[in-house]
């Protein structure tokens, strides 16, 4: 009954049967969305600046867009779980805002989202889906999906991610800010009572450090925060974070996972003597190092396998057709894809100039060569999307360059196309690549 007087109280529950609790479970669902959106708003506009958030923040700016579309827009969590970004890229301007077409789902349907529905979701996928595709492993597959998990698998359980939205936003008023309690509270239950504002108050009076201790019940007292309890949780958990990222960080060095034994090792020449990161929590926050050219085995297994993350493919429409679109961050020199089929002497694919597609590329060290795709798919991966054939051709501005590399497949080194980011490219901008010189494609 305090959920219902909770939401009666701010307006948002009108009853009309003789208990005067609500029966219909979507006028919870309303309700949550209405409660949760100061806080979404306010989220988006620090994504959108380039500002951090805690991770829980972020956690519930996901939740908030996978309810827009089940809770306002009657998806089942099927469809929420089979949602794919290309689907997002490919949505359509209509009137009342943009049309998505839901190609994943297995009852093929469009919803209609509002401009600022349209913004949240674009916020999710340019500015935290990539946080969860950069600590994704190689060996992972996210299936082209727009919503991902942590560790940037696809999402298992869509219905109980809303749960753990409704739960937050639905506690009842009298366990609001910093009750008292003895124990310590979990930290969901900890930041559920607290508005962002509040939150970035807190912190801007009490900075984060990795190497400070937490404020003192005293000081929180005396900068207007008797009930300190769960802003001092809160400040724990994210400092915890911060020491595991940055232990993760300083032991990435390599591309592969750092070991248990080497993170113990550098955890005890820390001077942390409390909240001290545990080996699993370092693990955790390990993110993968981008990609170089000096990585040969990840490349050769990125290349037979044609896993590529960060990427997706875009309908410009027509004149343009089809493009690759970033949808996570590229540096500077990352190799982000590549290019590969048959290949044959300079002078054997100026004599093919009427069978297709051929790309002409000279290394530094080698001969010219012709790289040629007959056909889209290629030879080798019948079934595969290959972003590396459907990057299109700017002269003006490229922002990734064609680098002949060897590659030491099973059957023997064959030369390959990998296309190097020229500059940092951010998620959503398209990929160019400049084939003027290089490449001749006849029809
Ligand atoms: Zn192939």
């Avoid at 991610?161 to 979990?186: H, M, N, T």
């Avoid at 801007?204 to 990795?210: E, G, H, Q, R, W």
């Amino acid at each position: 009954m305090k959920l219902c007087d909770h939401l009666r109280s701010r307006g948002l529950l009108i009853f009309n049967n003789s208990l005067g609790c609500p029966t219909a479970q979507p006028t919870h669902r309303s309700g949550v969305l209405v409660l949760a959106k100061p806080d979404i708003q306010h989220i988006r506009q620090k994504l959108m600046g380039s500002d951090t958030v805690p991770h829980t923040a972020a956690t519930t700016f996901r939740h908030y867009c996978q309810a827009i579309l089940m809770w306002r827009h009657q998806l089942t969590a099927s469809a929420v779980k089979t949602f794919c970004v290309n689907d997002w890229l490919d949505r359509k301007s209509v009137a009342s805002g943009v049309c998505i077409q839901l190609n994943g789902s297995r009852t093929k349907r469009s919803i209609i989202l509002t401009g600022e529905e349209e913004e949240f979701l674009e916020c999710y996928l340019l500015k935290l889906r990539p946080l969860s595709l950069r600590r994704q492993d190689q060996d992972s597959d996210d299936k082209g999906r727009f919503f991902l998990g942590d560790s940037g698998l696809p999402l298992c359980n869509p219905s109980g991610d809303l749960r753990r939205l409704r739960d937050k936003y639905l506690q009842p008023v009298s366990e609001g800010p910093g009750a008292d309690s003895v124990s310590d509270p979990p930290t969901g239950q900890a930041s559920a009572s607290m508005s962002m504002q509040e939150w970035d108050a807190f912190m801007k009076a009490f900075p984060m450090s990795l190497h400070g201790n937490a404020p003192s019940r005293d000081k929180c007292v005396e900068a207007g925060y008797p009930r300190y309890r769960p802003y001092y949780v809160k400040w724990r958990d994210l400092q915890l974070r911060q020491r595991a990222s940055y232990m993760s960080r300083s032991l990435s060095k390599t591309s592969g996972r750092p070991h248990k034994a080497s993170i113990q090792s550098a955890l005890d020449k820390e001077s942390w003597t409390t909240n001290r990161p545990l080996v699993h929590d370092v693990l955790k926050a390990w993110v993968p190092p981008e990609r170089q050219l000096k990585d040969t085995w990840s490349i050769l297994t990125s290349v037979m396998k044609q896993k590529w993350k960060g990427l997706a493919i875009k309908d410009f429409g027509m004149p343009k057709g089809k493009g690759v679109v970033a949808v996570m961050p590229f540096s500077k020199e990352v190799v982000i894809c590549d290019y590969h089929d048959t290949v044959t002497s300079e002078a054997e694919g100026k004599q093919k100039r009427q069978s297709g597609f051929l790309f002409f590329i000279k290394g530094k060290e080698t001969k010219a060569l012709c790289i040629e795709a007959k056909a889209s798919p290629c030879t080798c991966h019948p079934s595969l999307v290959i972003y590396g054939r459907m990057i299109n051709h700017s002269k003006q501005l490229p922002n990734v360059k064609p680098h002949l590399h060897r590659i030491d497949f099973p059957d023997g080194p064959q030369e390959a196309v990998l296309f190097i980011a020229k500059r940092d490219i951010r998620p959503g901008e398209e990929l160019l690549c400049d084939y003027s010189v290089t490449r001749a494609v006849v029809n």
